[in-house]
């Protein structure tokens, strides 16, 4: 698209309140605006990043079979009541009706996926199946300070998985854990995140966290040296040494959770009585598996692990657009309209060769001004056409991650051929 | 995919307190359930349908020119209170925060997107600009009865126009009233939807409905019986004769509406002091417009539209799946592997042709019911491999909207020509 038609511009300041490096850079860009705490709303550039991020789980889950839903935000309070998190959720948003009746407005969805699975889970042969949703949650965070990192309201990829037996969840679970790292390795920020065993309540020895070690998160967790295994602090009393390979030396690292998976065996399904009929002709409960990511947090946990002092660096497949295309004008006015048609001619033929471009088409910026913003945004290519490179036919091509730019040949460029 | 994977299943019967068809026909399909009243969780085929009506606005959207972004459902009490519609909004659902804080549950979005504007609008050269969303919203019907039509929350996609004059803001309310017409056409409503006059408030002489008629609407219009422009019975009164041709003679319509848009002019910009300085130097009020469509209800109202005694009848581009695969087995079992591996062939070309299939490989049902399901389900075409069809090297394929079948060579339908 062309820039003078994106409605938001870049900022030089974050507002001051905003401590975290993501959510400033996202504010100064022009991705995403703060409501209120914990509350953000995205604009076109952060939209389009959400939608890169939806689309990587969306694959990966497609891969692992689920079955895309979408449950509802206004949660009947006596489903809450069953498992007894109507008054144990602290972050639990609740909304009283005039007429009496109270809503949950859903932080989570075992509370309707389970009674959801009741209306079809009737036998063994009904079993196993998975479902997800990409959902916005609601918590009531107290502490709501960390960008997208902490909020209030978030986009949350939950799936869940319903199995006749253990075996089968367990198998379920590790190709699970298999698609989560896939999904961060996407999302630019696999190098940082650690798997790490985490309480597991009641119902299971532990679950697992995802976590990605920076400075902007609130969690502590106990790396080991040897394998790279995890401890949440938490636990870390439970284990002397790493149980994965027994070694005994961890380093501490801070860290923000970017996902977790759980075995809930019977933990909602006994609740709520969601049982089947085992090939033995026996009603057994159905046993469960959760797996949750947050979306708009991988979107400011991507920031977090990619930039520099000059802006974003994003990912490539999360960055709303594959390349800024520059235009400078000359100091001889007469020459500015054959750039201008140059660089016209570049985004069309980029657009026809299939890449995504922003076009810096301003007439009351400078190429300072334009060179900054790029930088901000962080598009994985910058390509500029001025008059010294279309002497030479080229635009000049420079990788955001990179220090040096060097000269394409005109065609080249055209084609994407950077 | 195949149906045995499917985790809904079909009923015989839906809850005997839905009262609208096109609720009765999408929870007997397992299109949707219902959680409370009027609010309804999506199921796979469900949010299928879902995806495609968003992928239709978001191109209808795109292609006018707004840019998409994604606003909150928690808005900050204050900016109600500019409007004075915290007040004045009977169907707000309000959240109080333990800490005295209160939420809006958000309904509509000018008490946010007004402010978001505010933070880039100085000058007449950052107009004109549109920005829209699509995104679940809350609002607190009393009257939640009708399945999709009416509730409480529900999928809708609101657009915004900010120009520097009125002039402006007219061209472009032509265009969106074109592109809310090619939406409905190809949602498969055209024949039934009326552009409606309705009131305007105080702020513009009126406002545009699209009114689809239907036994389940609670809606009257008065068609024009000339030139087919509707009149909402709320103002009919000021028109004896219709505006647009002067005709006099109308018929009156149950109906529900599917749309609407609004010349708001300087309704929600005055209050928040939304202003921009022009050419002259002056700073003036920033003209808006907005336009509202209910995805949910949309599907909802296809649904009315397109039916029969034996189920759905999805318009091609809303259905989930081009086509049910159905795979009938012989009395004589030694004949079943050829006619499952010529089905399973010809659903594996059928995806490689581009269609998306839903193939019932379940082993457990009958013809009879296969076919039931195909009905209820309503997808555009059903293609079916037997004993017999395999004799003359075809399959049988029959349209949703049609009552004959027909044999189609094998190697023609597995490329989609029916």
Redesign the interface.
């Known amino acids: 698209m062309k820039q003078s038609?994106?409605?938001?511009?870049t900022r030089k300041e974050a507002p001051s309140e905003e401590m975290s490096v993501s959510a400033r850079l996202l504010i100064r860009g022009?991705f995403v605006?703060k409501?209120?705490a914990g509350?953000?709303?995205?604009?076109?550039l952060g939209?389009k990043v959400?939608t890169n991020i939806e689309n990587i789980i969306i694959q990966e889950m497609d891969a692992l079979?689920g079955?895309?839903?979408?449950?509802?935000?206004?949660?009947?309070k006596k489903n809450w009541e069953v498992t007894g998190r109507w008054s144990s959720l602290d972050v639990l948003?609740?909304?009283?009706?005039?007429s009496g009746e109270f809503?949950a407005?859903g932080p989570t969805h075992e509370e309707?996926v389970v009674p959801?699975?009741q209306?079809?889970?009737y036998s063994y042969?009904?079993l196993p199946?998975s479902?997800y949703q990409i959902q916005?949650k609601?918590r009531?965070e107290p502490r709501a300070k960390s960008g997208l990192l902490r909020l209030?309201?978030f986009s949350m990829k939950d799936l869940y998985s319903?199995h006749a037996d253990e075996g089968d969840l367990d198998d379920f679970y590790e190709k699970a854990k298999k698609a989560y790292s896939k999904i961060y390795e996407r999302v630019g920020i696999k190098d940082k995140t650690y798997l790490t065993l985490a309480s597991g309540g009641t119902f299971s020895k532990f679950s697992h966290e995802f976590q990605m070690a920076t400075d902007a998160g609130e969690d502590i967790i106990h790396v080991c040296k040897k394998c790279g295994l995890a401890i949440n602090r938490e636990i870390k009393d439970l284990y002397p040494v790493c149980p994965e390979c027994q070694g005994g030396e961890f380093e501490e690292k801070k860290c923000i959770e970017v996902g977790n998976i759980f075995k809930l065996k019977t933990k909602y399904s006994a609740p709520f009585n969601l049982q089947f009929t085992d090939k033995d002709g026996q009603k057994k409960a159905v046993i469960m598996g959760t797996y949750g990511i947050g979306l708009t947090r991988l979107m400011g946990a991507a920031v977090e692990a990619n930039y520099d002092e000059f802006g974003i660096v994003w990912p490539g497949e999360l960055a709303p657009f594959d390349a800024s295309l520059i235009a400078i004008g000359s100091n001889d006015p007469s020459k500015n309209e054959k750039i201008v048609s140059a660089a016209q001619n570049l985004y069309e033929d980029l657009q026809k060769a299939g890449l995504e471009v922003i076009y810096d088409d301003r007439i009351?910026k400078s190429a300072g001004e334009k060179f900054k913003d790029a930088d901000l945004l962080g598009m994985p290519y910058r390509v500029v056409v001025s008059e010294k490179t279309l002497e030479k036919k080229s635009a000049e091509v420079k990788a955001r991650n990179s220090k040096t730019a060097k000269l394409v040949p005109l065609k080249e460029a055209a084609a994407g051929r950077f």
């Open positions: 038609q994106l409605f938001t511009k022009g605006e409501i209120s509350v953000y709303a995205m604009l076109p939209f959400l079979g079955q895309r839903i979408l449950m509802t935000a206004l949660m009947p948003f609740k909304i009283a009706r005039e809503y407005l309707e959801l699975a209306k079809f889970v042969k009904d199946f479902a916005t609601f009531d209030r309201e319903f009351d």
